[in-house]
């Protein structure tokens, strides 16, 4: 089977607007994500992090180069400001070479995330 390139989603929330715990939080959503995904470093494409307007200490790019993800590409942007959406929430695009298949992929929500997307298997 040939190499496909897919994306895998994710969020996390954080307590409140620290850039540690902005730091943490993101080093914690990429982990699981590679781990249920068996990701390798040399799989990854690019990473996309969007925060909600109510964290601004830090961005969360800063927290995956600690994870030796320097030389991937990685982006961060300001979610729509949605009424009544998740506060605190940092959310993940990750680009990859893959061999498999969509419905193979398992995204991933934490913390206060995890009711996102209830509709996902875990």
């Known amino acids: 089977m040939s190499q496909s390139v897919r994306a895998l989603r994710g969020a996390t929330t954080c307590d409140a607007d620290d850039p540690v715990l902005i730091g ?3 080093v ?3 982990e699981e994500l590679f781990r249920r995904n068996d990701v390798r470093h ?3 494409i690019s990473i996309w992090f969007t925060t909600t307007e109510d964290l601004i200490s830090a961005f969360p ?3 995956a180069r600690t994870i ?3 030389d991937v590409p990685l982006l961060c942007a300001r979610e729509i400001p949605v009424p009544g959406s998740m506060p605190r929430c940092i959310r993940v695009l990750i680009h990859l070479a893959t061999h498999r298949a969509r419905h193979e992929l398992h995204h991933v ?3 206060r995330a995890a009711t996102l997307r209830d509709d ?3």
């Open 24 to 26: 943490q939080r993101t």
């Open 28 to 30: 914690e959503l990429l």
């Open 42 to 44: 040399d799989d990854l």
């Open 61 to 63: 790019a800063t927290g």
């Open 68 to 70: 030796g993800l320097g």
């Open 109 to 111: 929500y934490l913390e």
């Open 120 to 122: 996902l298997p875990s």
